[in-house]
């Protein structure tokens, strides 16, 4: 069956018809209006006006650490192993002279252990060997790091250095397809999409705001729209409520085990 999104023309020539297929055109890549969005964000704002990672780190190395442990497993409880490891190596160095059997003591809690303590392991050798012991702060030298792949530097990139970037995890993801902000089919289609339709004003704040919507409220297993600021303006199929929660700003957010 044709693409419906291929546009064919064609054209004469002397002696044949050649058919030229145009490029398909740009999908449309948000349901909503710049002033939904703007509307959107606004809200967000408003519930969370300072939102925060929620992972534990004293530099932008331990951050780097932490978030390199938290891949598969909840942010409370790499918190839980990371608070004692910190105390005693917060550089590269000190990790380094911990050395990995150690390092996987503190961290045994935690998925995948073994693999990753090989990984702070091999980070911190390479930045006391490449980078003098400290973080660098570009995407391209930090995703070099041993265990550091796109998000973590998006992340690390954000909190740490304070650049606006997009770090998509799962909640990010499900939110982006589910309302239709911003869909895409890979987390890397995502997040360009997103750092397009998210309005400049509220993009430094834009993934913190929608991790913890997507894990306190726009939930994976069931959405809880009843409790939800912005259920007049989504657009999801999935939606069950048009009336908005009131909206107010939160308390704190709890650190608690991820909802998954
Ligand atoms: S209304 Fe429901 S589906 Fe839409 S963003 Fe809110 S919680 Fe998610």
Redesign the pocket.
């Known amino acids: 069956m044709a693409n419906p999104k291929l546009k064919s023309v064609t054209k004469s020539s002397q002696n044949s018809n050649v058919i030229v297929r145009r490029k398909p055109v740009a999908a449309v890549k948000t349901a909503y209006s710049l002033a939904e969005r703007e509307e959107i964000f606004r809200r967000f704002s408003i519930q969370r006006p300072e939102p925060r990672g929620e992972l534990e780190h004293t530099n932008p190395f331990t951050l780097v650490v932490a978030v390199a442990l938290s891949a598969q497993a909840t942010d409370a409880g790499v918190n839980k192993a990371t608070r004692a490891l910190f105390r005693i190596a917060d550089t590269p160095q000190k990790m380094l002279d911990l050395g990995e059997e150690k390092v996987r003591e503190y961290i045994k809690t935690i998925g995948l252990y073994r693999n990753k303590a090989k990984n702070v392991i091999a980070l911190s050798q390479m930045l006391v060997d490449e980078f003098g012991g400290k973080v660098p702060e570009t995407r391209e030298e930090l995703v070099r790091l041993p265990g550091v792949g796109r998000k973590t530097a998006n992340v690390v990139l954000s909190m740490a250095f304070g650049q606006a970037t997009m770090a998509v995890d799962t909640h990010i993801f499900r939110?982006a397809n589910?309302?239709r902000l911003a869909p895409g089919k890979t987390p890397d289609e995502v997040e360009e999409r997103l750092m397009k339709v998210v309005p400049k004003q509220y993009l430094y704040h834009a993934h913190h705001w929608l991790i913890l919507?997507g894990r306190y409220?726009?939930k994976a297993r069931r959405?809880?729209?009843e409790?939800?600021v912005?259920?007049d303006i989504?657009k999801?199929p999935?939606?069950?409520?048009d009336i908005p929660a009131p909206l107010v700003e939160l308390p704190p957010q709890v650190i608690g085990e991820a909802v998954e």
């Open positions: 939110i589910r309302i919507h409220t726009c959405p809880e729209c409790r939800c912005i259920a989504c999801s999935e939606k069950s409520s």
